[in-house]
């Protein structure tokens, strides 16, 4: 606290990010990182743009990114928004599409970076309970909203909704934009962007970050169509004008185009899911289905916070939440098949 601080300072309660410890030899398992490296065509990409013409500020439409983005998923460049990660892209569309009078929605066990927004920006917000199985029952939507935003698939959960269930919920809200945060979709879930062109209150946000291993990048998007792309356009060119770099813009693009690494990687991270979750179980994990590149589980005899105390002592860091509901769980991020071996063994040792 500081006198100079201004109230909405004050009131703030900031995001905490998993931590990026320096440790030798550490299996990181907090934040949901791709465990491959991004595409050599990408860092192709981004050395070649590290020339002279970095004295000049980079296209502040990023116009070549857009018109790549909107190729690779049939839509047009002006419906789609990119933005310095999806977070810069979800703090922009809290700013211009999900204030109202009447309050915003979104899941009580969700990203924990939509409260914050709400606060930064004051928008009243409801959290609406996941049902028991942790899941999101879109029937618990149907109540008076200003706007929702949801991912999908959820995170820390990684439970995902089928499309008709994102369909039915954008049907049910014709009036508030909803937006699905779809940082995960790429590990099995179903993308809304299908959607886009027959509703006009859906946005569809994406990242750089999981699937195209670029979360030190930043880059994320947005795909709506165009009255909501505009809102966030006027909120950036409010803000930062030049959120992308030369460099970000570049290998970004070198990301989308190649394909074949991101079939091959996202296809390895899948396989490592679903053998870290059979192996967890056999374990006596209880693991929700998850459709995302982390599992989410619990021990019926073993208490979240000891667990991954215990798991740091042995250098595997997963993430742990000490929330009502959830504080027995971990969220492990989908590593290697050598780093998932190594959480395995740890886990062996301390069960
Ligand atoms: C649900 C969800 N949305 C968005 C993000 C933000 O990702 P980025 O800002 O790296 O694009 C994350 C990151 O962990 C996330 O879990």
């Known amino acids: 606290m500081s006198k100079y601080w201004s109230?909405?300072?004050?009131?703030?309660?900031?995001?905490?990010?998993?931590?990026?410890?320096?440790?030798?030899?550490?299996?990181?398992?907090?934040?949901?990182e791709n465990p491959y490296a991004p595409s050599d065509k990408v860092i192709e990409a981004i050395r070649s743009a590290a020339s002279a013409d970095l004295r000049l500020y980079p296209d502040p439409l990023a116009l070549d990114l857009r018109k790549t983005i909107a190729a690779r998923?049939?839509?047009?460049?002006?419906?789609?928004f990119v933005g310095n990660g999806s977070d810069e892209v979800l703090a922009h569309s809290f700013a211009a599409l999900l204030k109202h009078d009447r309050p915003l929605l979104y899941p009580d066990i969700s990203y924990s970076f939509y409260p914050t927004y709400a606060g930064l920006f004051g928008i009243d917000a409801i959290e609406v309970p996941l049902n028991s199985s942790f899941g999101i029952d879109i029937a618990d939507y149907?109540?008076?909203?200003?706007?929702i935003i949801l991912p999908n698939p959820n995170a820390p959960t990684g439970i995902g909704l089928p499309l008709t269930e994102i369909e039915a919920l954008v049907t049910e809200h014709p009036d508030?934009?909803?937006?699905?945060?779809?940082?995960?979709v790429d590990f099995g879930g179903e993308s809304a962007i299908a959607l886009v062109p027959k509703y006009e209150n859906l946005l569809v946000v994406q990242?750089?970050?999981?699937s195209r291993a670029l979360a030190g990048l930043r880059v994320g998007f947005a795909i709506g169509q165009r009255p909501l792309i505009e809102a966030l356009e006027r909120v950036k060119d409010?803000?930062?004008?030049?959120?992308?770099?030369?460099?970000?813009q570049a290998?970004?693009?070198?990301?989308?185009?190649?394909?074949?690494?991101?079939?091959?990687?996202?296809?390895?991270?899948?396989a490592s899911r679903e053998k870290l979750a059979s192996e967890l179980k056999k374990r006596g994990f209880e693991v929700l289905p998850s459709l995302a590149?982390?599992?989410?589980?619990?021990h019926p005899d073993h208490a979240g916070q000891a667990l991954a105390a215990k798991l740091r002592e042995r250098a595997v860091i997963v993430r742990h939440f000490a929330k009502p509901r959830i504080s027995d769980f971990l969220r492990i991020t989908i590593g290697t098949d050598e780093e998932c071996a190594r959480l395995v063994a740890a886990l062996d040792e301390i069960l």
């Open 238 to 248: 409010s803000f930062n004008s030049y959120p992308l770099g030369r460099a970000a």
């Open 73 to 80: 998923y049939g839509v047009a460049p002006e419906e789609v």
């Open 207 to 210: 990242t750089f970050s999981k």
């Open 142 to 147: 149907r109540r008076p909203a200003g706007a």
């Open 293 to 298: 590149n982390f599992v989410f589980a619990r």
């Open 7 to 32: 109230p909405i300072v004050s009131a703030l309660k900031p995001y905490i990010p998993g931590e990026q410890p320096r440790m030798a030899n550490l299996v990181k398992l907090n934040t949901n």
């Open 176 to 184: 508030q934009p909803v937006v699905i945060d779809e940082a995960y």
């Open 251 to 270: 290998g970004a693009i070198a990301a989308i185009k190649d394909e074949a690494w991101f079939e091959a990687t996202r296809g390895k991270i899948i």
